[in-house]
């Protein structure tokens, strides 16, 4: 398998390569093409110029100064120009030809020959302009340059071209090195911090859960991958937390009723103690005990997994919370407290029935169990936006800020002796924090040690009635 790194290189070399391919080629095309354009400007400035300089041989009397057109005949041939020059009547004064035949054909043979080696497939021969000469309006002749053409290559032009390829030639190899270079420097920022995660990613599955990423990569959607594995991780840590802790919290919780079973009856069967009612009573009471924790666990285990919303239902809340208190009522009188209800308005909800006024049990007989004789427990029901809220305050022992933030987890009790003897293993709000949550609320909490507690159950609402 290759290497992400290798893969990202070989791929920023690739698109390099082909966009220097691209712009060597452009760029060779564009400037052969102004080259030859030039190449064939010059030409037609030279020999422009050299009639020019014919044309002010002649007199204004149409006479013609032979020996300095020939003078100008000769310095042309050595440029690789064939001259001829013809008077008024059309009679031929002075021809390159005429007057030596044999240097111009090989002049034009020995073009010819280095514009095919330098040019392949070249396709040229002996091209002329002719010039009239016309001076104060009269016609004095013409000047006629044989060259060859399109266009011709001198030595300086062939130079100036192979110069040309070897700095796109240098250019090329200095890109194509650039291009590795900075091909790899990009890959390895790339693929540095997704080994980095596949690092941690393998750290984590190994267990390590409290692995983390010490810095961001520069990447939008590499810290985006990070920031999830990270709350993976988290959770995962905090699942192991709980698993860990379950295990130990259900030992610990079985210990206590099984030991005093387990004592109980080794002193009964050992004839210590008398198989009475009363100690067969209190072994009842741990059996009791450790049947109502394992239906409570139970019942915990069912609402954590997916929540049943088939059976769902609409039903009013208000009636549900009334009920519960008139039922919770004969019970707060035995502590000669009392009840203050207070509802605005009513409303829906879609749920369990059942589940929800086991939540309102749940907070009711906590209200009852921590708050003092006599004192008031105040259940409203109110609304808040698209949410009915159902708190139950009492004005009981409070709970401390330490213990606020752990409530609401499995087994947790304040004073866990005091606890024992009101008969609460520390589910009863984990369980109802369970249930409200599967029906889309929140169960939250406020507390001020010696004046009392708040807590509110928020519920999503069908409609208002
Ligand atoms: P339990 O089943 O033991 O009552 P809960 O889960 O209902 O357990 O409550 C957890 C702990 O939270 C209790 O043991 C108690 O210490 C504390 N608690 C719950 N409700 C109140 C309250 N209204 N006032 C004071 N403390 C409370």
Redesign the pocket.
């Known amino acids: 398998m290759i290497k992400l790194k290798t893969k990202l290189t070989m791929s920023y070399l690739l698109i390099g390569l082909l966009c220097l391919l691209m712009m060597a080629f452009l760029a060779n095309i564009l400037l052969e093409r102004f080259f030859i354009q030039y190449v064939m400007d010059n030409q037609t400035l030279k020999n422009q110029e050299l009639a020019d300089q014919v044309s002010s041989y002649v007199d204004n009397h149409q006479a013609w100064d032979l020996s300095l057109v020939e003078q100008a005949g000769i310095n042309a041939l050595e440029e690789g120009l064939i001259l001829k020059v013809t008077d008024a009547s059309g009679l031929v004064i002075w021809d390159a030809t005429t007057y030596n035949s044999g240097m111009c054909e090989a002049m034009m043979s020995n073009m010819a020959s280095t514009m095919s080696q330098r040019v392949p497939d070249w396709e040229g021969g002996m091209l002329e302009t002719v010039y009239p000469i016309n001076k104060n309006g009269t016609f004095n002749g013409t000047v006629q340059v044989g060259y060859y053409g399109p266009y011709y290559y001198t030595d300086a032009d062939a130079a100036f071209i192979e110069t040309i390829n070897l700095a796109l030639l240098l250019a090329s190899v200095f890109a194509v090195i650039m291009a590795v270079f900075i091909g790899a420097m990009m890959a390895g920022r790339i693929s540095r911090p997704i080994a980095n995660v596949v690092m941690k990613t393998h750290e984590i599955s190994e267990g390590n859960y409290e692995a983390r990423f010490d810095k961001n990569s520069n990447t939008k959607e590499i810290d985006e991958l990070m920031h999830a594995i990270s709350s993976l991780a988290q959770r995962l840590e905090n699942q192991e937390g709980l698993r860990r802790r379950l295990t130990s919290d259900v030992a610990h919780e079985l210990r206590t009723p099984l030991a005093t079973l387990q004592s109980h009856m080794e002193a009964m069967i050992d004839g210590i103690w008398d198989a009475d009612e009363k100690r067969l009573g209190s072994c009842h009471e741990e059996i009791l005990r450790l049947s109502d924790l394992v239906s409570d666990l139970e019942r915990l285990a069912e609402i954590e997994r997916e929540p049943k919303t088939s059976d769902y239902e609409p039903f009013s809340i208000n009636d549900v919370v009334k009920q519960q208190l008139a039922q919770f009522e004969p019970k707060f009188l035995e502590k000669q407290m009392s009840i203050k209800f207070e509802e605005n308005g009513q409303a829906s909800i879609r749920g369990n029935k059942r589940q929800i006024a086991q939540v309102v049990v749940?907070l009711l007989?906590?209200?009852f169990?921590?708050s003092k004789t006599a004192s008031t427990v105040d259940v409203a029901i109110t609304h808040e936006g698209a949410t009915v809220r159902v708190s139950v305050t009492?004005h009981?022992?409070?709970?401390s800020e330490e213990?606020l933030p752990h409530?609401f987890e499995r087994f947790?009790?304040?004073?866990p002796s005091r606890?024992r003897s009101s008969g609460?293993?520390?589910?009863?709000?984990?369980i109802s924090e369970a249930i409200v949550k599967a029906h889309g609320g929140m169960l939250t909490v406020s507390?001020t040690v010696g004046v009392g507690?708040t807590?509110t159950i928020i519920l999503p609402k069908l409609d208002r009635i």
Do not use: E, M, P
């Open positions: 749940n007989s906590n209200a169990k921590f009492d009981g022992i409070g709970i213990d409530i947790y009790r304040v004073d606890n609460g293993a520390g589910i009863g709000l984990t507390s507690s807590f």
